[in-house]
């Protein structure tokens, strides 16, 4: 071995070495809570004008009358319908938030990632998952709570069985859009059918498998709560848009500082002595629910105890 080999083996760069002096790729930071938010997606949205939605309903159909005219012997129907006096309006709801960030992070450690762009992606992030939180279980109008009675019925046997869901179909029989189900129950049910011979058929909308029964979707959603005492949970069966007097979602778009997507707005908040600037984020939306036939639930599904699954 001459000379010259033993000098390059001396001074040879190793792996480790090497991996100190390279670049390397990051990823944007990662976020386990975001789901796929269908029902936000499947939703139709209707702009309100100033934050206010009225639901305008008859309460008394127009029946004819028929008259009879004894000089030309034709039949004249008479008929009006009558109109709630007093509808329901609703305000739209907020997910209000106020991001802080440190100017020394926005100005020294801004790349390669936009520091400031990605605090806002994953502050949005969570106001959107807690905006489907809401239109599902608000006291309100969550669409849990504004589920009439006559629209509601019980498991027969604890899970949710094909018997069950065409029950349901039943309710909301007048084009239903979709059902919408924690993806444990959609399991069960998906077992139970199997079990019984008569498995559900999947389709594929926005580039992502759904089960259906009797052609209507499943949108899994993980905002459909489980009770921790019992292990039972609901599943919505919805007609939704305006057209068909169904299900919507309410916002307003238009607003004075919108951002990224409609009704939400950024407005500057100013900074401190300490050089913290603060951004307010607020989220404006509702969900009415049109005519009380346009939504059923089926109640008291068993997708086994809480410490099972948690």
């Not at 969570?126 to 239109?135: F, K, L, V």
């Not at 008291?300 to 099972?308: E, I, W």
Request: charge should be negative.
């Amino acid at each position: 071995m001459s000379l010259l080999d033993n000098t390059f083996n001396q001074y040879s760069l190793s792996p480790s070495a090497a991996k100190r002096l390279s670049n390397k790729t990051i990823s944007v930071p990662m976020m386990e809570a975001i789901t796929p938010r269908w029902l936000l997606t499947f939703l139709p949205w209707v702009s309100t004008e100033a934050g206010i939605y009225r639901v305008n309903k008859v309460t008394r159909e127009a029946k004819p009358e028929v008259f009879t005219n004894n000089l030309e012997e034709h039949n004249i129907p008479h008929s009006f319908p009558d109109y709630d006096p007093r509808p329901r309006e609703y305000t739209l709801s907020i997910v209000q938030t106020v991001l802080k960030l440190n100017g020394q992070v926005t100005d020294l450690f801004n790349s390669p990632i936009n520091q400031k762009q990605e605090q806002m992606r994953l502050t949005i992030e969570a106001m959107r998952e807690q905006q489907e939180w809401e239109i599902i279980n608000n006291s309100e109008f969550g669409l849990v709570a504004s589920v009439d009675p006559s629209m509601k019925i019980s498991s027969r046997n604890g899970s949710a069985s094909p018997d069950d869901m065409d029950e349901l179909l039943t309710k909301v029989w007048k084009k239903p859009a979709f059902f919408v189900a924690h993806p444990r129950s959609i399991a069960a049910f998906g077992r139970e059918c199997t079990r019984r011979g008569v498995p559900p058929v999947a389709i594929n909308l926005y580039g992502s498998p759904f089960l259906t029964w009797r052609g209507v979707p499943i949108l899994p959603c993980d905002k459909l709560e489980i009770d921790k005492n019992t292990g039972t949970t609901n599943i919505l069966l919805m007609r939704v848009g305006e057209r068909e007097q169904g299900v919507i979602g309410l916002h307003q778009q238009g607003l004075p500082g919108e951002c990224h997507i409609p009704s939400l707005s950024v407005h500057f908040g100013g900074i401190d002595s300490m050089g913290i600037a603060s951004y307010i984020m607020t989220l404006y939306f509702g969900a009415a629910v049109l005519t009380d036939d346009s939504l059923g639930m089926l109640e008291n599904v068993d997708v086994g105890r809480y410490h099972d699954y948690d």
